[in-house]
T-cell receptor
Framework: KNQVEQSPQSLIILEGKNCTLQ??????????LRWYKQDTGRGPVSLTIMTFSENTKSNGRYTATLDADTKQSSLHITASQLSDSASYIC?????????????FGRGTQLTVWP | EADIYQTPRYLVIGTGKKITLECSQTMGHDKMYWYQQDPGMELHLIHY???????EKGDLSSESTVSRIRTEHFPLTLESARPSHTSQYLC????????????FGEGSWLTVV
């Protein structure tokens, strides 16, 4: 069964600190992996997309890593800001269909305190 | 910023009422989707469309229906709302050329009392 598991479920950090969110998946055949940020009451917004051949990708203070061998990804947030408080969702897609099936994790709820 | 719009953003209705959640995108995307998301839970695909006159049911069984008469418009309808339909509904779209790139709307929060 294709699954996407994220950890931790929730995380509280102080403003200015760094944090790392984890995503493990069993989706096969793998196509790509995305990290989305979802603010409370809003729709998800894409942060990064990584394909099989990419190990690291950065978007400002966000850095995603991918290990396709162990089927693990991480999202590292540097120098956190209050606006980083949100749910971070890992989404993995397969390449077994024209639609490109998407598998969603439950997200990690990050809270940044001043 | 994605040009995909959902209305209403928030809706409280009584049991048995018929409601339509509107979704429009101005990007010319062929594929459109409806997801359902309960608080703290993952998104579940309930409907999708490859293009005009194409609609398919997703992974999660839903009593809602959809239509795709125009490329830019993908409304979702509940003929008789029930409290179990209370949830957030997210509309999304993706272009044919960018595999697995999905742009989400802001969501519609539905509460059935």
């Amino acid at each position: 069964k294709n699954q996407v598991e994220q950890s931790p479920q929730s995380l509280i950090i102080l403003e200015g600190k760094n944090c790392t969110l984890q995503c493990n998946y069993t989706v096969s055949p793998f196509s790509n992996l995305r990290w989305y940020k979802q603010d409370t009451g809003r729709g998800p917004v894409s942060l990064t997309i990584m394909t099989f051949s990419e190990n690291t990708k950065s978007n400002g203070r966000y850095t995603a890593t991918l290990d396709a061998d162990t089927k693990q990804s991480s999202l590292h947030i540097t120098a956190s800001q209050l606006s980083d408080s949100a749910s971070y969702i890992c989404v993995v897609s397969d390449r077994g269909s024209t639609l490109g099936r998407l598998y969603f994790g439950r997200g990690t709820q990050l809270t940044v305190w001043p | 910023e994605a040009d995909i719009y959902q209305t209403p953003r928030y809706l409280v209705i009584g049991t048995g009422k018929k409601i339509t959640l509107e979704c429009s995108q101005t990007m010319g995307h062929d594929k459109m989707y409806w997801y359902q998301q309960d608080p703290g839970m993952e998104l579940h695909l309930i409907h999708y469309s490859y293009g005009v006159n194409s609609t398919e049911k997703g992974d999660l069984s839903s009593e809602s229906t959809v239509s795709r008469i125009r490329t830019e418009h993908f409304p979702l309808t509940l003929e008789s709302a029930r409290p179990s339909h209370t949830s957030q509904y997210l509309c999304a779209s993706s272009p044919r050329t960018e595999r697995n790139t999905i742009y989400f709307g802001e969501g519609s929060w539905l509460t059935v009392v």
